[in-house]
């Protein structure tokens, strides 16, 4: 046991290593010409300007938070101490977005360059980028959480099921840390990446007729600092949250199997330190797959991202085989309150082999949701090109069809999620479910990695085409945004799905830390709690979606100004509407030098100034809102522990389904956009940008940004962080619950005891 043990830290410290060794690499690069290292600093410049100020916000809400929990902390079931681990959360969870986005911001120009030469030599520079995030995630998830776990052992001790309990409440404080930076982070960055990316599209394409990325649209680098606030820091801390949440909740459930007739070489400790080791190993599978991602000059990147993905999935699940057989008992039976008992006195079987099925269903359920995901908003697909068709007669019908997908995009997902669950509780119980979440996110590393490769991409086209470089550089770079475009939609559906596993094995573990063994919906506060809990994320998409548009009509009254007032823009739009699709080159000298004067003469700074304020200023109540409202539920009089617990259910099936309808509804608007973008044919005839129909794509694609970008993903980590705080305020509830469940039964049995002694007819 102590061997595995001290061994766990190696690996995150292996994960960090990774991190050392590729963010040099990408360093080393060359960084193109002058103008693309200007446009890549100011893109670099306002995405840390942005994180400082928000770390800032958030380090008084930590402090705050941390004081609370240290004070109030129960010293017979928890600590003092679960402040310190909230902290550590907390930094733990900004760190890996701060890392994520210093190397994005380096590679996504290196990228840029390496596209002017290669197809392959891009596609390298972009998911290296995006491995550093993927990796930085998994090292620093898996060296917080086993270093922890040897601290506090060697505090509170680990040899009875007592102290093994308050270690790992302790440790839940991580979990929680990391939750809460996370659903600010996520949230501020949809915020600050929709409301630039709807001023750039709306006035931008739709009035002013020009590219978002252009040089002279003023809401451009705020644009390209949002992809990299929200989908690589934001993505970043989203699913470290995740990681860190579905292995702690499988260490909680495993903490119960510590009775005896449980024989292990671990010291009882193995159902507990087993998501950590699965984690670990994960890191080193992930680090092989990386290996496997490669695409010839022609090729198709998507097909070289899959098979990095699959490799990975595959050795993981080979190498899960034998992680589980060598530490957990052959089988061993355990009376679990939550489980129906399949023997009245020795309760369930439990076997090493179920829980090695019900890890590989988890891995493999990430994968299908992923496919249908790509389904649903790959270009070309049958869901996308029904909206491309519907393009045709407006933004209406396109918006309409839009809906439609996202709608019945729910159905497949759901369903994968609901065979997950009931295949893993019938091999594993809800430690089956927990160690499911783990399985899925076994291999974050290289999931991450494709995922946190999208945004790289997409910035690399923006400083393609505010560079002028040549069509050919913005083509290749446009190949690798389309798939980026898929990869970010796959990694949104894997992220929900995860989160579904997570926040039930969360739940589990708030029902066993609270000692319920039942919650029923029949009961009124129960069904109140319900509904409360089913409300919940349709109030938060609304405060998230109104955030959005406030900061969205502040920018495009910016850039509507500039467009009117600054002279030199002025002129340059009015050349650009004579000539149309005319190349600069073939202007009149006296245009074309009018034209580049222009160059330089946009405010962008104004329009970074308005994101950064309007995300700061409402990320706060949403995220308030997931802190608060468990612990208003849990103890205002006439709710309770089982409220809560209703509470966490609702919130958990509504948040799952709004997240994959909203996130699949706006990944099908993107790529309907983008598919004009490259041209598409409706009813024979040939529509291309700027076309009436292209117009009608890029309404709906605005709708969906928020959709897709904000409120959706935010979602994910709205359910968990519930559980957790509700995970962290069980054992308060715990005592007062359990006092009077344990009373009653010992009186009633003496009861008993004494009429049958008396009457020996009554014991037949």
Known sequence: MQNLLYSLPVFGLLGLLYVIWKSNWVARQDAGTDKMKKIAGHIAEGAMAFLKAEYKVLAIFVVCVATLLA???NSETSSPLVGLSFVLGAFSSALAGFIGMRVATKANVRTTNAARTSLARALEMAFTGGSVMGMGVVGIGVLGLSTLFIIYSQIFGVDTQAGLNQVITVITGFSFGASSIALFARVGGGIYTKAADVGADLVGKVEAGIPEDHPLNPATIADNVGDNVGDVAGMGADLFESYVGSIVG????????????FSDNFEGLSAVLLPLALAGVGIVMSFLGTF?????????PQKALNTGEIVSSLIMIVASWFIIKWMLPAEWWFQDPLYTWSDPEKGNLYTSTGVFIAT????????VIGLITEYYTGMGKKPVLSIVRQSSTGAATNIIAG?????????????????SIIGAFNYGGLYGIAIAAVGMLSNLGIQLAVDAYGPISDNAGGIAEMSELPKEVRSRTDKLDAVGNTTAAIGKGFAIASAALTALALFGAFMTTAKISTIDVSKAHVMAGLFIGGMLPFVFSALAMGAVGRAAMAMIEEVRRQFSTIPALKAALDLMRKHGDKPVEEWSAEDQKTFHDADGS???GKCVEISTKAALREMVVPGLMAVVVPVVIAFMPGFGVESLGGMLAGVTVSGVLMAIFQSNAGGAWDNTKKSFEEGVEINGKMYYKKSEPHKAAVVGDTVGDPFKDTSGPSLNILLKLMSVVALIIAPLLAPKEAASAKKEPKAKMEVVSKVSSDIPGMVK
Do not use: H, N, Q, R
């Not at 260490?251 to 199997?257: C, E, P, R, Y």
């Not at 590989?360 to 994968?367: D, K, Q």
């Open 602 to 604: 946009a405010e962008y």
């Open 71 to 73: 004070v109030t902390a």
């Open 292 to 300: 496997f991602v490669k695409v010839k000059e022609g090729g198709d």
């Open 403 to 419: 809906l439609g997908v996202g709608m019945m995009s729910t159905m497949w997902p759901t369903l994968v999620i609901a065979v």
């Open 250 to 261: 499988t260490m909680v459930l495993g903490a119960a199997f510590m009775v005896p007739g």
């Open 360 to 367: 590989v269903i988890g891995l493999v359920a990430g994968v």
